[in-house]
């Protein structure tokens, strides 16, 4: 018998060898049940008594006692369902206490109504339940052997009257075998029902588990999920879509619906939309939207590519969204081609060395051992390419391996104009061509190199597609609107980058000329990259109120003269 409530269980469990391992609250509750069916019978046995007199329900054989006797089971039977209901202490003697409860009332009411004539043997049965139950097959046999032995020393004592019937002692042997056979039933179900229901704990706990892992895992994907209904009522979410819906991570999404957030008004009309489509089960759909910053700036505007999804269970009341960030796909796409340039520069790089090289020295015997100073005059700009092709080499090299720029202050307005002057002069051009309007003053942050190189990309490139005439290319130095910046615009006077060509117009190999290579503009973009600018294609608001397409710089370091502020665009990560 069990001492204290830590080690009730335990005990209970190493004495009923055949009871289903219980969790703390399941053995209680089986002799909760137990306890308020013995006072329902309880209950209807003095109902009976008062309501019948000497022969209830044609029981023959009813003494006047035994109203007495079914108000006190009744009391006790009361008495023992408030132990178990609010006395979780000493389990196995509660169950032996309740037993013998039922073991005497019953054998007291067998004996006084006549015996196994009367019919009430077969209120042993409830007991026989009960123990079948709560205690093990050793104890469940025992309680029958004991019930059925009093059914027989009733009935033999019965059969030594004068008056007893031949057939009472043969009657309470059938009745005894009855019981025997009813207890094996009882247990061999009662068994049954434990396994069913130690598996049913079993998957109740994994089902927890696994519920509690994927709340774990979706709250730590990087890809955004929301469940809404057909009305895009939020039932779940997780703090990625959150984020990329422009929320606080803390905000409360669930039970708000979707169009009801301007953020994600655009992702609720797409999903509307694929709902209104009457998709199939399991069946997916992609669609890019517009993310939650596309309204703040240009340069953060973000698209997301929101995947809907129907679970196969059939019920149309629950959908899946999953949302990721394209510009997180296209950065590890952009990782992926910095691989494949890194392996392609330096594979090139020392055949382009050595060419290089030969054509610098040849340059260097023709410019000593000629006096013509127009062959020294060649033999000096063959001299600067090279140099400037080497460079162009070893800053290739250097953004394929992303090493840190170097970080010249320099003054734009007069970096471009020496830019420009050796520019015009290299391409012999007429100085009308391209013209240049700069605000002095302006200081930035800028490897000159990899700026030289930028601005010979961007000009080349202006010049390829404008028309030739006086001002076809125009270059314009300004401040930022943030006023703590400076900018370069770079325009021609031609038809401009067709509107499908824009989203893949800084990718590397992209061209649409059959004689371009297509990394120009990438590599340019790549040092803007290294330099913390930003270089994009965009149009810019002129003075008279239209607008103009071209290329803008949008330095990262640097200020105006005088201005020592730092603005957004140095807390732009490089990538």
């Known amino acids: 018998m069990v001492s204290a409530s830590e080690t009730s269980i335990q005990s209970v469990e190493v004495l009923l060898d055949e009871k289903p391992a219980a969790d703390g609250e399941t053995p209680w509750r089986a002799l909760e049940y137990f306890a308020s069916t013995r006072v329902i ?30 108000l006190s089971y009744f009391a006790f039977a009361a008495l023992f369902a408030g132990l178990s209901l609010y006395v979780h202490r000493r389990f196995l003697a509660q169950v032996i206490g309740q037993l013998v409860l039922d073991l005497i009332v019953i054998t007291v009411l067998v004996v006084s109504s006549g015996g196994v004539a009367s019919g009430w043997v077969i209120l042993f049965l409830l007991p026989l ?14 309680v029958c052997a004991v019930c059925v032995l009093a059914i027989l020393i009733d009935s033999g004592l019965r059969t030594l009257s004068a008056d007893a019937s031949d057939p009472l002692l043969f009657q309470a042997g059938v009745y005894g075998a009855a019981l025997f056979a009813v207890t094996a039933l009882l247990r061999a179900l009662s068994s049954r029902l434990a396994s069913q229901e130690r598996l049913a704990r079993s998957r109740g706990r994994d089902l927890q588990n696994q519920l509690a892992i994927n709340r774990l895992v979706i709250a730590q994907m990087q890809q955004g999920v929301i469940v809404v209904d057909p009305t895009t009522q939020v039932r779940a979410n997780n703090r990625a879509a959150r984020r990329m819906l422009g ?14 957030l301007p953020p994600a008004a655009a992702l609720a009309q797409a999903f509307m939309l694929w709902v209104d489509a009457g998709r199939s089960e399991g069946a997916w759909s992609n669609t890019v939207v517009a993310g939650a910053d596309a309204a703040v700036s240009p340069l953060l505007e973000s698209r997301m590519r929101a995947r809907f999804a129907r679970p196969t269970s059939g019920s149309d009341e629950e959908f899946v969204i999953f949302i990721e960030d394209v510009r997180d796909v296209e950065d590890r796409a952009q990782q992926l081609k910095l691989a494949a340039m890194g392996r392609l520069t330096a594979s090139i790089a020392h055949e382009i060395r050595n060419p290089l090289a030969a054509i610098s020295h040849a340059g260097q015997l023709m410019e000593e051992d000629s006096a013509d100073p127009l062959l020294k005059r060649l033999a000096g700009i063959v001299r ?9 080499v070893e800053d290739v090299l250097r953004v394929a391996r992303r090493e840190p720029p170097l970080g010249d202050e320099i003054d734009i307005n007069e970096f471009v104009q020496l830019f420009m002057s050796e520019f015009v002069r290299d391409r012999a051009l007429a100085p009308t061509t391209v013209q240049l309007e700069s605000e002095p003053g302006l200081l930035v942050k800028f490897e000159q190199s990899h700026l030289r190189q930028v601005l010979y990309n961007l000009v080349d490139n202006a010049l390829r597609y404008a028309t030739g005439g006086p001002k076809s290319v125009r270059i314009v130095i300004e401040r930022a609107p943030e006023q703590d910046r400076g900018q370069l615009w770079v325009f021609d006077d031609g038809a401009g980058v067709p509107a499908d060509a824009r989203g893949a117009l800084f990718e590397p190999f992209f061209t649409t000329r059959t004689q371009g290579t297509g990394l120009g503009l990438y590599l340019a973009r790549e040092f803007c990259v290294t330099n913390r600018a930003v ?41």
């Open 247 to 260: 929320l606080e991570p803390s905000a409360q999404l669930t039970g708000v619906r979707l169009t009801e």
């Open 41 to 70: 019978v309880a209950a209807a046995l003095v109902f009976a008594s008062a309501a019948f007199g000497a022969r209830p329900l044609g029981v023959s054989g009813l003494a006047g006692s035994t109203l007495a006797a079914s």
């Open 384 to 392: 600067e390419n090279t140099q400037r092709l080497n460079r162009l």
């Open 129 to 142: 339940a009960g123990a079948s139950l709560l205690l093990s097959s050793t104890l469940v046999f025992f």
């Open 535 to 575: 270089l994009s294609y965009s149009a810019r608001r002129e003075v008279d109120g239209s607008s103009r397409d071209g290329f803008l710089l949008r330095f990262g370091g640097g200020a105006p003269v005088g201005n020592e502020q730092q603005g957004f665009l140095d807390t732009l990560p490089i990538r």
